[in-house]
């Protein structure tokens, strides 16, 4: 069974830094390209980072562009975000997913509130 | 970079009754393999979105055939045949073929009877 599992959700102060994990099971991490989706209170689903299977191709939306960075330890199948100087429009529901354009497979969502 | 649209952002239904939703890109989602990376999600409050159709019209595994996809180029639909209660929520239309200026989803339209 296909599972993504996130971690590291948590409150931060605006300036601060913040990394989030996906430890993926139940198919072949090294093969998949992965994405990041964020969720504002009360908005509707912004896409902010992709990866490819090998890590060597990224993606950032301009919201995040320069402040965040996506990552994958594909001996661990990990997903990682790191979050540098957080915003408070940063504080959302930040999701894992397994490439959407081939697979249904999100993980359960972690929260992210940036705020003092 | 590729701007979504979508066709209502509320839409009131009826159960038993059909309903419709257009979903608008602002150019071509053909791949240059030839395929077109649109899908359709549904969330429902305080869950992980749930993907509904992949390429365009194809269904994915366990979602009721009430459901459908349609559409080529830069405009599509998803059609509900027989509303159903469990079918209220948002529903987003998601570009995936053009990778690198990213992934980008439409605003949203809100289900509702």
């Known amino acids: 069974e296909v599972e993504l599992l996130q971690s590291g959700g948590d409150l931060v102060q605006p300036g601060g830094s913040l990394r989030l994990s996906c430890a993926a099971s139940g198919f072949s991490f090294s093969t998949c390209d992965m994405s990041w989706v964020r969720q504002a209170p009360g908005k509707g689903l912004e896409w902010i980072s992709s990866i490819d299977y090998s890590g060597a191709r990224t993606a950032y939306a301009d919201s995040v562009r320069g402040r965040f960075t996506i990552s994958r330890d594909n001996s661990k199948n990990m997903l990682s975000l790191h979050m540098n100087s957080l915003r408070g429009e940063d504080t959302a529901v930040y999701y894992c997913?397994?490439?959407?354009?081939?697979?249904?497979?999100w993980g359960q969502g972690t929260q992210v509130t940036v705020s003092s | 970079d590729v701007v979504m649209t979508q066709f209502p952002l509320y839409l009131p239904v009826t159960l038993g009754q059909p309903a419709s939703i257009s979903c608008r890109a602002s150019?071509?989602?053909?791949?240059?393999?030839?395929?077109?990376?649109l899908s359709w999600f549904h969330q429902r409050p305080g869950q992980s979105p749930r993907r509904l159709i992949y390429?365009?019209?194809n269904r994915d595994s366990g979602v009721p055939d009430r459901f459908s996809g349609s559409g080529s180029g830069t405009d599509f639909t998803l059609i509900i045949s027989r509303v159903e209660a469990d079918d209220v929520g948002v529903y987003y239309c998601?570009?995936?073929?053009?990778?690198?200026?990213?992934?980008?989803f439409g605003p949203g339209t809100k289900v509702d009877i």
């Open positions: 998601m570009q995936g073929t053009h990778w690198a200026p990213g992934i980008k």
């Open positions: 150019q071509s989602l053909l791949h240059t393999d030839g395929r077109t990376f």
């Open positions: 390429q365009v019209s």
């Open positions: 997913a397994r490439d959407p354009n081939w697979h249904p497979d």
